[in-house]
């Protein structure tokens, strides 16, 4: 299976936000803003109201909105504030405005003289300090921007994950993509990538992928804090687990993940997710062997002896008599329903199980089962002969036939539509006529021995047309 990357090329910038020419301000610009460190020590106190120039604020709210238009920044502004102006070291003047959004993501707002379009810098990057650790004097601080990283709920939400925003942190960017870490707070966490000229939408991929290393690392949880999230996946699959380990596998390109989980008493499977991340569906150990590179975290050679010993009993409680040597699955749409070619130790012929999840199961010869759609690749046909023609004789006292040919024939829908009616047609021996032997549904013996001209309106035999 291959993983998807993020498609960030080597070229990705993995640096802190550091203010361009247009963040460089001067000392002209003015001091609007209370002191910085008293800031951010009231932003830290969800009870420390931040105290904020009246008529700056005012300012705001009267010329932001038209410069939120023509930003196009995706912002429906809710309040907005003027922070100042100033000449960057691009000797250009340029206002700086903070907006608050209905959206969520707040930005600041970078009108410079003589450009049409203002610089839209959001309050995540902002948030973001400088290498020796001081806040950037543009950090926003109107109440709705008070936590920035919870304002990439929205854009969480239109990537298609399932994630309440917990915390949240830019990464970096390249020419195309501004890129975030984002937790969640029922756990686990991803990597958010936004077009930044709005070309594309967000696209969310999972933090544990790159916990291996690489130029990407999420910081905002520990390995094991991504990975909790897994036991609402186990707790959602309703499969008894005492979890004792996990581990990510891989991805599909339709961007379902895969995990492996290992239970208490040495048994595992994967469960794999949908597409926005909720739980799809639980896959036994035994049967992932081709999903990535299979369970490593649980011995597999433990769990198919204990698995054939399941089948071992449920054939038996299903009248065929099999010490199950080796079985196969076949892929089924009923998940109620297990359908198991199984191959026996202590007789020649094997078959396939029908199990469901509660009451009987039932066990079909390989004939039986082909005519149903379900082929056998362990038992070799030959090896039904002696039983078709014991099953022949005791229909036709009088018969000779030595059935040394078989075929699946048919299948019909039962009288009473409980299930399917097989027919196998068998060939014989001595080049004599041939035989359609049908069974009905739940009886392992035929209940009728048919002749060619009998079944001449459903095609008619095979095996005698073949000679």
């Known amino acids: 299976m291959k993983v998807p990357g993020l498609g960030i090329a080597a070229a990705l910038l993995l640096l802190a936000f550091a203010p361009t020419a247009a963040f460089a301000v001067q000392d002209s610009m003015p001091a609007a803003h209370p002191d910085t460190e008293a800031l951010n ?12 120039d009246p008529d700056q604020h005012a300012k705001g709210k009267k010329e932001a909105p038209a410069l939120v238009t023509a930003s196009k920044a995706p912002c429906t502004m809710t309040d907005a504030y003027f922070i100042g102006g100033g000449t960057g070291t691009d000797k250009v003047h340029a206002n700086y405005y903070e907006v608050s959004c209905k959206e969520g993501l707040g ?45 990439l709920q929205a854009v969480v ?14 990464v970096g960017s390249t020419q195309t993509v501004d890129i975030y870490e984002v937790a969640c ?34 910081s905002l949880e520990t390995e094991a804090q991504q990975l909790a999230y ?27 993940d895969f995990y492996e989980v290992a239970c208490g008493d040495k048994t ?44 071992s009993s449920l054939s038996k409680k299903s009248g065929f008599d099999c010490d199950v040597s080796k079985y196969a699955d076949f892929p089924t749409t009923n998940s109620n329903t297990e359908i198991v070619e199984l191959a026996c130790n ?41 039983k078709l023609t014991a099953q022949l004789r005791a229909k036709k006292s009088s018969s000779s036939c030595v059935v040394n040919n078989a075929v699946a024939f048919a299948e019909a829908t039962s009288k009473d539509g409980a299930g399917k009616d097989d027919l196998v047609e068998v060939g014989c021996s001595d080049g ?35 000679k």
């Open 41 to 52: 020590r009231a932003m830290a106190d969800e009870n420390t109201p931040v105290v904020l």
């Open 107 to 151: 930005f600041v707002l970078i009108a410079k003289d003589k450009v049409p379009v203002p610089e839209a810098v959001d309050c995540v990057k902002l948030s973001t300090k400088s290498a020796d650790g001081k806040p950037n004097p543009l950090a926003c601080k109107l109440p709705g921007n008070r936590h920035p990283a919870l304002g």
């Open 157 to 170: 939400t239109q990537a298609g994950h399932i994630c309440t925003v917990s915390n949240g942190r830019y």
């Open 185 to 218: 707070g029922d756990g686990g966490g991803y990597i958010l990538e936004t077009s930044r000229d709005g070309s594309a939408g967000p696209k969310t991929t999972n933090c544990v992928i790159y916990a291996s290393g690489g130029g990407i690392k999420c």
């Open 230 to 256: 897994v036991d609402k996946l186990v707790a959602a699959s309703g499969k008894p687990c005492a979890i004792a380990g996990r581990r990510y596998v891989g991805s599909t390109p339709d961007g379902a």
């Open 268 to 311: 595992g499977f994967m469960v794999k997710t949908s597409a926005n991340g909720g739980y799809a569906e639980a896959v036994d150990c035994l049967k992932a062997a081709g999903i990535g590179d299979g369970c490593k975290l649980t011995d597999t050679r433990q769990a198919l002896t204990q698995q054939s010993r399941l089948y």
């Open 346 to 386: 202590n007789r020649p012929d094997g078959g396939v199980g029908f199990f469901p999840a509660t009451g009987s199961g039932r066990v079909l010869d390989c004939l039986r089962s082909e005519a149903e759609g379900y082929k056998c690749s362990y038992t070799p046909t030959s090896a039904l002969y002696p």
């Open 432 to 466: 004599g006529p041939g035989y359609v032997l049908d069974y009905l549904y739940g009886q392992t013996e035929p209940a009728e021995l048919l002749n060619c001209a009998q079944v001449a309106s459903m095609g008619g035999c095979k095996l005698s047309k073949a």
